[in-house]
C-alpha cells in the first residue's frame, strides 16, 4: 500500500484565492511526521510545513496551513492569497518508525498552477 | 548561510562511462541522504549517512550505484558503468537529526546518459 497518496496530478487557483492540496497517508505507527515541499521550476525542494503525529493543532506557516485530520489519517496543505510565485510541484512526505527515524516517504506531487 | 551543495548541475554522459555526483552538506548536520527524482517512480531514497556512516543502502538499485562520505563535509554517489536508465535528478539532502528533522535538499544533479 501507498504510504502517501496524493490524487490530484494538478490543480489551478485563481491569484488571491485559498487552495488545498490534498495528502492521505497510511501508517500503523502511533508517532509520525508530515512534511510538504514545494519544487518550483528551478527544481530545488523547499521545506515549507511540519505536522507530528501528536501536536495536538495544526501547523501553520504564514500562508501555508496544514488541514490535520488524524481520524481521517489526512493532511491537506491550505495556501492562502495565492500568488503567481507559488506556481510549482508539491510534495506531501511522511516519516514514521518504518520509513526510519530521518528518512521521509514522499507522495507523487501535485503540480500548482496559478493564474493570474 | 550556505545550504546543502550539489555539483555538477547538470551532467551529460554516454553510456558505459563512470558518473561521480557530489555533495556537500549544511555544516553541523549528522545525516546525509541520496534520493533520485523520476517521472515514473518520483522521489525515491537510495542510501542515507549518519555520521559519515552508511545506514541504509536498500534503495541503491544494484552494485552499480556506490555512495561514499568520507568526512563529515562531503559525500559522493558513483555510477559505473551508467545506463540511460539512470537518467534522472539526484538529490541530495541533510539533516540536524532534531525534531522536526526535516531534511535541507540541494538543488539536485540533472543526470542525462545517452
Known amino acids: 500500500a501507498q504510504k502517501i497518496t496524493q490524487t490530484q496530478p494538478g490543480m489551478f487557483v485563481q491569484e488571491k484565492e485559498a487552495v488545498t492540496l490534498d495528502c492521505t497517508y497510511d501508517?500503523?505507527?502511533?508517532?509520525?511526521?508530515l512534511f510538504w515541499y514545494k519544487q518550483p521550476s528551478s527544481g530545488e525542494m523547499i521545506f515549507l510545513i511540519y505536522?507530528?503525529?501528536?501536536?495536538?493543532q495544526n501547523a501553520t506557516e504564514g500562508r501555508y496551513s496544514l488541514n490535520f485530520q488524524k481520524a481521517r489519517k489526512s493532511a491537506n496543505l491550505v495556501i492562502s492569497a495565492s500568488q503567481l510565485g507559488d506556481s510549482a510541484m508539491y510534495f506531501c512526505?511522511?516519516?514514521?518508525?518504518?520509513?526510519?527515524?530521518?528518512?521521509?516517504?514522499f507522495g507523487t506531487g501535485t503540480r500548482l498552477t496559478v493564474i493570474p | 548561510d550556505a545550504g546543502v551543495i550539489q555539483s555538477p548541475r547538470h551532467e551529460v554522459t554516454e553510456m558505459g562511462q563512470e558518473v561521480t555526483l557530489r555533495c556537500k552538506p549544511i555544516?553541523?548536520?549528522?545525516?546525509l541522504f541520496w534520493y533520485r527524482q523520476t517521472m515514473m517512480r518520483g522521489l525515491e531514497l537510495l542510501i542515507y549517512?549518519?555520521?559519515?556512516?552508511?545506514?541504509?543502502d536498500s534503495g541503491m538499485p544494484e552494485d552499480r550505484f556506490s555512495a561514499k562520505m568520507p568526512n563529515a563535509s562531503f559525500s559522493t554517489l558513483k555510477i559505473q558503468p551508467s545506463e540511460p536508465r539512470d537518467s534522472a535528478v539526484y538529490f541530495c539532502?541533510?539533516?540536524?537529526?532534531?525534531?522536526?528533522?526535516?531534511?535541507?535538499f540541494g538543488s539536485g544533479t540533472q543526470l542525462s546518459v545517452l
Open positions: 505536522q507530528g503525529s501528536y501536536d495536538q
Open positions: 549517512f549518519n555520521n559519515n556512516v552508511p545506514i541504509d
Open positions: 539532502a541533510s539533516s540536524l537529526g532534531e525534531y522536526p528533522e526535516k531534511l535541507f
Open positions: 555544516s553541523g548536520h549528522d545525516y
Open positions: 501508517t500503523s505507527d502511533p508517532s509520525y511526521g
Open positions: 512526505a511522511m516519516r514514521d518508525q518504518q520509513t526510519g527515524a530521518n528518512n521521509l516517504f
